[in-house]
């Protein structure tokens, strides 16, 4: 039996989440050790230096079209070997993971301007996203089926014809199982396949993340007759046993649907339950570690490690009625006594270099548990940077917890606060009765005094919400992050999860009507539609977090920026970076406006003059732009080399003195200065002053 892992094609480095850097450099397009990763063979042609010179030649021919007249676009005519290459450096910088917030969006960025430049002049009408791959409507399995080998629907569709099939097909695999979500790449490349080779078996598995699975979903999997007539089994929830065994079955030619978390065709007519044990129930905890990236990194990707510390056990809370989370797995709790816990802390520790990053990635680790983690990291000298996630529970208060967590190098504990509406909270069934945000408050103050940063995931938009109860929640955030500056937040918006408590029981919240994306038998998504009274537009809430989040996590961030707070915030996580910059120190060198300053215009700053006359000047550095009259281009031809505030105020006046007014030149420094366009070098010493008088 020949197996192939295959991975499809999603965001750059899957979403960021497993950065390799080496592929892209040296892009691996055969089968080694019975896997392939498309996505890394996609990313690794797009980001080509040949490939992206062709795209940005494309927009220099169109460049006069006025829906091309962008800033970001000008910003690369007016040196487009700056621009590309920034992209070739980027694309492997980017996994530095010892840069700065302001750093990484700056990379992140770039990026996604090529990736418009891609949109508009080689995918039209496909729009393509680093953090996702092509946006596509991917919840309906019979319109997967229907469009997926036709050109006009799967952007997809050359790619896999011309770089995947032909290495598949050199392979000759018996068992193919399909690495994520049920998607437009694979359905296309599961039919292609099965026209070649009608016997090969395809399966879909590792399809699980935080808010989806197709666990969640087997309700609807019962009715879903065009889904399998294109693949073979899914694997409900990823266990590597339940791969193996699969492969064992198809060997010996035995019949598979009887088997546990494995669901097939005949499960439809079957109807029954794919429970699932605890493989030998084993409490092993589960470690992911990135692959050996390429030299020149200040902190590397390979020392950040996933843990999944109780994979076998579930939230212990379980109440929430939006939280679909639970349902995603198979199993029941595993249960473990105190000998088999310091055990498994004593394997872990074993398994991990020192100096690592860890990221805890179990729904809610019980404050008791932290303390046993952090004690076991103390008594064993180990020197580990790392979070994780908790209840806002009164223990995390108890005796000397906070303490010793931070001895023990916890850096973010993770909160899940959701609102600070009472009302909302109590629909939400998120807290136990007569809780108050006093409790809240107590546990950020303590934890930040001992260096731990507190981290509050939000949800807006809930069924019921209105804007008093949101505006409650705003004025918390803005409470607290003022008074610990520490503290940082995401904002989600609501969705209707179909396993949630919530779509069960609609009708006993503010909602008036389900709404599924397509019809029920052919829906492979996780999320549906509502309406009900005072529901806002989704473009308001929007809008909302991320005019919040700009405003009080990243006042540097332009306001109209490819990537938006949000999406800046989820890509910063999945990376891990926000763990590692909770690890520095805040640069505190800033120095007040002062004409003694000397300054000097940025070298990442490029100008180009537009049509109407006037210059549009684009820092690469901080993506923010300016457009200003001959006023500008003048502050800045002045700055070309270092010199004070005050001594280029003074050159400007006596060239210019009928145009130009001190105040105003005083304004657009300042103004350029916020934006990065032209940089503080160092304030002048009092001899320079003095000769300078």
């Given at each position: 039996m020949?197996?192939?892992w295959?991975?499809?094609?999603?965001?750059?480095?899957?979403?960021?989440?497993?950065?390799?850097t080496?592929?892209?450099?040296?892009?691996?397009?055969k089968i080694?050790?019975?896997?392939l990763?498309?996505?890394?063979?996609?990313?690794?042609?797009?980001?080509q230096?040949?490939?992206?010179?062709?795209?940005?030649?494309s927009?220099e021919?169109?460049?006069?079209?006025p829906?091309?007249?962008?800033?970001?676009?000008?910003?690369?005519?007016?040196?487009?070997?700056k621009?590309?290459?920034d992209?070739v450096?980027y694309?492997?910088?980017?996994?530095d993971?010892g840069i700065?917030?302001a750093?990484?969006?700056?990379?992140?960025?770039?990026?996604?301007i090529?990736?418009?430049?891609?949109s508009?002049?080689?995918?039209?009408?496909?729009?393509?996203s680093?953090?996702?791959?092509?946006?596509l409507?991917?919840?309906?399995a019979?319109?997967?089926i229907?469009?997926?080998?036709t050109?006009?629907?799967n952007?997809?569709?050359?790619?896999?014809?011309?770089?995947?099939?032909?290495?598949i097909m050199?392979?000759?695999?018996?068992?193919i199982?399909?690495?994520?979500?049920?998607s437009?790449?694979?359905i296309a490349l599961?039919r292609?396949?099965?026209?070649?080779?009608?016997?090969?078996?395809?399966?879909?598995?590792?399809?699980?993340?935080?808010?989806?699975?197709?666990?969640?979903?087997?309700?609807?999997?019962?009715?879903?007759?065009?889904?399998?007539?294109?693949?073979?089994?899914?694997?409900?929830?990823?266990?590597?046993e339940?791969e193996?065994?699969?492969?064992?079955?198809?060997?010996f030619?035995k019949?598979?649907?009887?088997?546990?978390?494995?669901?097939?065709?005949?499960?439809?007519?079957?109807?029954?339950?794919?429970r699932n044990?605890?493989?030998?129930r084993?409490?092993l905890?589960?470690?992911?570690?990135?692959?050996?990236?390429?030299s020149?990194?200040?902190?590397?990707?390979?020392?950040?490690?996933?843990?999944?510390?109780?994979?076998?056990?579930?939230c212990?809370?379980?109440?929430?009625?939006f939280?679909?989370?639970?349902?995603?797995?198979?199993?029941?709790?595993?249960?473990?006594?105190?000998?088999?816990?310091?055990?498994?802390?004593?394997?872990?520790?074993?398994?991990?270099?020192?100096?690592?990053?860890?990221w805890?990635?179990d729904?809610?680790?019980?404050?008791?548990?932290?303390?046993?983690?952090?004690?076991?990291?103390?008594?064993?000298?180990?020197?580990?940077?790392?979070?994780?996630?908790c209840?806002?529970?009164?223990?995390?208060?108890?005796?000397?917890l906070?303490?010793?967590l931070?001895?023990?190098?916890l850096?973010e504990?993770?909160l899940?606060?959701e609102?600070a509406s009472?009302?909302?909270l109590e629909?939400?069934k998120?807290?136990?009765?007569?809780?108050?945000l006093?409790q809240?408050?107590k546990?950020?103050?303590?934890y930040?005094?001992?260096?731990?940063?507190?981290?509050?995931?939000?949800?807006?938009?809930?069924?019921g919400?209105?804007?008093?109860?949101?505006?409650k929640?705003?004025d918390?955030?803005?409470?607290?992050?003022?008074q610990?500056?520490s503290?940082?937040?995401n904002?989600?918006?609501?969705?209707?999860?179909?396993?949630?408590?919530l779509?069960?029981r609609?009708?006993d919240?503010?909602?008036?009507?389900?709404v599924?994306?397509?019809?029920?038998?052919?829906?492979i998504?996780?999320?549906?539609?509502?309406?009900?009274?005072?529901?806002?537009e989704?473009?308001?809430l929007?809008?909302?977090?991320?005019?919040?989040m700009?405003?009080k996590?990243y006042?540097?961030m332009?306001?109209?920026?490819?990537?938006t707070?949000?999406?800046?915030?989820?890509?910063s996580?999945?990376?891990?970076?926000t763990?590692?910059?909770?690890?520095?120190?805040?640069n505190?060198?800033n120095?007040?406006?002062?004409v003694?300053?000397?300054?000097?215009?940025?070298?990442?700053l490029?100008v180009?003059q537009?049509?109407?006359?006037?210059?549009?000047?684009?820092?690469?550095?901080?993506?923010?732009?300016?457009?200003?009259q001959e006023?500008m281009?003048?502050?800045?031809?002045?700055w070309?080399?270092?010199?004070?505030?005050?001594?280029g105020?003074?050159?400007?006046?006596?060239?210019?003195?009928?145009?130009?007014d001190k105040?105003?030149?005083?304004i657009?420094?300042?103004?350029l200065?916020?934006?990065?366009h032209?940089?503080?070098?160092?304030?002048?010493?009092k001899?320079?002053?003095?000769?300078?008088?």
């Amino acid at each position: 039996m020949k197996p192939l892992w295959l991975l499809g094609v999603t965001g750059l480095y899957q979403e960021f989440y497993q950065p390799d850097t080496k592929s892209l450099l040296t892009p691996n397009t055969k089968i080694n050790e019975n896997f392939l990763d498309s996505g890394g063979i996609f990313w690794s042609s797009l980001l080509q230096t040949e490939r992206v010179v062709k795209v940005v030649n494309s927009l220099e021919k169109n460049i006069h079209n006025p829906k091309h007249q962008r800033p970001q676009f000008l910003g690369i005519i007016a040196n487009k070997d700056k621009f590309i290459s920034d992209v070739v450096d980027y694309r492997i910088s980017i996994c530095d993971q010892g840069i700065s917030p302001a750093q990484f969006f700056s990379k992140l960025e770039t990026l996604s301007i090529l990736c418009e430049l891609y949109s508009l002049f080689e995918f039209y009408p496909f729009q393509l996203s680093l953090q996702n791959g092509f946006l596509l409507n991917e919840v309906s399995a019979k319109e997967l089926i229907f469009n997926s080998l036709t050109i006009s629907h799967n952007p997809y569709l050359a790619f896999i014809n011309e770089s995947i099939i032909p290495l598949i097909m050199d392979y000759y695999p018996d068992v193919i199982f399909c690495m994520g979500r049920i998607s437009y790449f694979f359905i296309a490349l599961a039919r292609l396949i099965k026209e070649n080779l009608p016997n090969v078996h395809v399966c879909f598995t590792r399809h699980s993340s935080e808010y989806y699975s197709l666990n969640k979903i087997e309700k609807y999997l019962r009715q879903n007759d065009s889904l399998f007539t294109v693949i073979d089994s899914i694997i409900l929830e990823y266990f590597n046993e339940s791969e193996q065994i699969l492969l064992e079955r198809l060997s010996f030619s035995k019949a598979i649907y009887s088997l546990p978390n494995i669901f097939t065709k005949k499960d439809k007519i079957n109807n029954k339950k794919n429970r699932n044990k605890v493989p030998q129930r084993t409490s092993l905890s589960h470690i992911l570690g990135r692959k050996k990236q390429v030299s020149g990194l200040k902190l590397s990707p390979e020392f950040f490690f996933d843990i999944h510390f109780e994979p076998y056990v579930k939230c212990y809370w379980n109440k929430c009625v939006f939280c679909g989370i639970n349902k995603k797995y198979t199993h029941e709790d595993c249960i473990e006594g105190k000998d088999v816990f310091e055990r498994k802390i004593q394997d872990l520790c074993n398994r991990l270099p020192n100096n690592s990053f860890l990221w805890f990635i179990d729904e809610a680790i019980q404050p008791s548990k932290l303390r046993k983690i952090a004690e076991y990291f103390i008594s064993n000298n180990l020197r580990f940077t790392w979070q994780a996630r908790c209840r806002i529970d009164k223990n995390l208060l108890s005796d000397d917890l906070p303490a010793i967590l931070a001895r023990s190098g916890l850096k973010e504990l993770r909160l899940g606060l959701e609102s600070a509406s009472l009302r909302i909270l109590e629909l939400m069934k998120k807290f136990e009765d007569g809780f108050q945000l006093n409790q809240v408050e107590k546990i950020v103050k303590i934890y930040t005094e001992h260096g731990i940063s507190i981290h509050f995931p939000i949800i807006i938009g809930f069924p019921g919400e209105e804007v008093a109860d949101r505006q409650k929640t705003y004025d918390f955030l803005t409470t607290i992050k003022n008074q610990y500056p520490s503290v940082t937040f995401n904002i989600n918006i609501f969705n209707l999860d179909v396993s949630s408590t919530l779509f069960k029981r609609w009708d006993d919240y503010a909602i008036s009507k389900i709404v599924f994306p397509c019809s029920p038998a052919d829906f492979i998504g996780n999320i549906v539609d509502w309406d009900g009274p005072g529901k806002p537009e989704g473009h308001i809430l929007e809008r909302e977090r991320n005019s919040f989040m700009r405003s009080k996590l990243y006042p540097w961030m332009p306001s109209k920026s490819f990537i938006t707070p949000i999406l800046f915030y989820r890509l910063s996580e999945t990376i891990r970076n926000t763990l590692g910059w909770k690890n520095l120190n805040p640069n505190t060198n800033n120095l007040d406006f002062s004409v003694d300053l000397i300054i000097q215009r940025s070298n990442n700053l490029v100008v180009k003059q537009k049509p109407n006359g006037e210059y549009l000047a684009y820092n690469w550095d901080t993506h923010h732009y300016i457009e200003g009259q001959e006023i500008m281009n003048k502050i800045l031809i002045t700055w070309d080399l270092p010199k004070s505030i005050g001594q280029g105020i003074v050159e400007i006046e006596q060239e210019n003195s009928q145009l130009f007014d001190k105040k105003d030149i005083t304004i657009l420094v300042k103004k350029l200065l916020n934006h990065g366009h032209l940089v503080i070098i160092r304030m002048m010493t009092k001899t320079q002053i003095k000769y300078l008088k």
